[in-house]
């Protein structure tokens, strides 16, 4: 038989363990719900669809800009 690559203690020695010396903190609490506030922002009105995104708003908002300038 091979010989161990670690030391074997002798039995009549004391073992060594590893003792945390302070207790480690709680993890803090995860809201429920952490991208709820983004989510709000994203839904229109009472039938809860989604919203134009930005660039197609401002798209209709120019057009609609420019419609009322040429009357």
């Given at each position: 038989m091979s010989q161990p690559?670690?030391?074997v203690?002798?039995?009549h020695t004391t073992g060594r363990a590893l003792v945390p010396i302070e207790a480690a903190s709680p993890?803090?609490?995860v809201?429920?719900?952490p991208l709820a506030t983004f989510l709000?922002?994203?839904i229109d009105g009472p039938t809860g669809t989604l919203r134009?995104?930005?660039l197609?708003?401002?798209r209709v908002a120019s057009a609609r800009y420019?419609?009322?300038g040429e009357a």
């Open positions: 690559d670690t030391s203690p002798e039995p993890a803090p609490p809201p429920a719900r709000v922002q994203l134009p995104s930005r197609d708003r401002s420019a419609a009322n």
